[in-house]
């Protein structure tokens, strides 16, 4: 039977059947999640070690920190016939139950954002691929597809100044071509919100669309052809 790679140290190691998770139901991990972090085990080893509590009055072990890993071993064990050796632990101090449980939500709890500039610059340093980031980690704070199209992809936004950008499209000539700019919007509304500003797609549709009822435009064609005329961007 395979065998879960260790690499790490604790300050003890305990079996997995002698860990009991403390989290209950406050984090869910859905099937793609565990796929995502089943394959990083894999690869790679339990590489940190859980974070638990001594319990004077039950006299057992209770998980503060590392529960999803927990359950991704527990299911690699019990379902996929795995062998997974002693766990490194390291302890945390709670004077009660009680305690316990808020050091569980220290632990979940996030006191910063990842920022997209930085982890694009963390991606080249680790010499981590788009793909590789896509498929094996779990980054809530950062938009995949934006970013991807930000640092990634060669965005699809013509120069508006070429005559040649738009069939019948010149720039002096933008009030007369609706048509052309509906066609452009139209396959590439994504594109043209995102190439205003580096954030959410959602929010910057939600903030055009704003824009649409505060400018009185009939649609986002008219919009565009708004914000050019103001050369302002959209956040404004």
């Given at each position: 039977?395979?065998?879960?790679?260790?690499?790490?140290?604790?300050a003890?190691?305990?079996?997995?059947?002698?860990?009991?998770?403390?989290?209950?139901?406050?984090?869910?991990?859905?099937?793609?999640?565990?796929?995502?972090?089943?394959?990083?085990i894999?690869?790679?080893?339990?590489?940190?070690?859980?974070?638990?509590?001594k319990?004077?009055q039950?006299?057992c072990?209770?998980?503060?920190?590392?529960?999803?890993r927990?359950?991704?071993?527990?299911?690699?064990?019990?379902?996929e016939d795995?062998?997974?050796?002693?766990?490194?632990?390291?302890f945390?101090e709670?004077?009660d139950?009680?305690?316990?449980?808020?050091?569980?939500?220290?632990?979940?709890?996030?006191y910063?954002?990842?920022?997209?500039?930085?982890?694009?610059?963390?991606m080249?340093?680790?010499?981590?691929e788009?793909?590789?980031?896509?498929?094996?980690?779990?980054?809530?704070?950062?938009?995949m597809?934006?970013?991807?199209?930000?640092?990634?992809?060669?965005?699809?936004?013509?120069?508006?100044t070429?005559?040649?950008?738009?069939?019948?499209?010149?720039?002096?000539d933008?009030?007369?071509?609706?048509?052309?700019?509906?066609?452009?919007?139209?396959n590439?509304?994504?594109q043209?919100?995102?190439f205003y500003?580096?954030?959410?797609?959602?929010e910057?549709l939600?903030?055009?669309?704003?824009?649409?009822?505060?400018?009185?435009?009939?649609?986002?064609?008219?919009?565009?052809?708004e914000?050019?005329?103001?050369?302002?961007?959209?956040?404004?």
């Open positions: 039977m395979p065998e879960i790679k260790i690499a790490c140290a604790g003890d190691t305990i079996d997995i059947a002698d860990l009991r998770p403390l989290q209950d139901n406050l984090k869910a991990l859905g099937e793609d999640q565990y796929q995502k972090l089943k394959t990083e894999l690869e790679t080893g339990f590489a940190f070690p859980l974070a638990v509590w319990d004077p039950e006299d072990v209770w998980i503060i920190g590392g529960h999803q927990h359950r991704v071993l527990t299911r690699l064990r019990e379902k795995f062998i997974v050796p002693k766990l490194p632990v390291v945390i709670a004077k139950i009680k305690e316990a449980h808020l050091r569980v939500l220290q632990d979940v709890s996030q910063g954002n990842i920022d997209r500039q930085g982890l694009y610059e963390f080249n340093k680790a010499e981590l788009m793909k590789a980031l896509e498929e094996k980690f779990q980054l809530p704070d950062i938009d597809e934006s970013f991807k199209f930000e640092y990634f992809e060669e965005p699809n936004v013509p120069n508006l070429d005559a040649d950008a738009l069939p019948g499209f010149r720039a002096e933008k009030h007369k071509n609706e048509a052309s700019a509906n066609a452009y919007l139209n590439n509304i994504k043209i919100v995102l500003e580096n954030s959410r797609f959602e910057v939600e903030k055009a669309n704003a824009l649409v009822q505060k400018w009185d435009c009939e649609d986002f064609s008219e919009l565009f052809i914000l050019l005329d103001r050369q302002i961007e959209i956040d404004e």
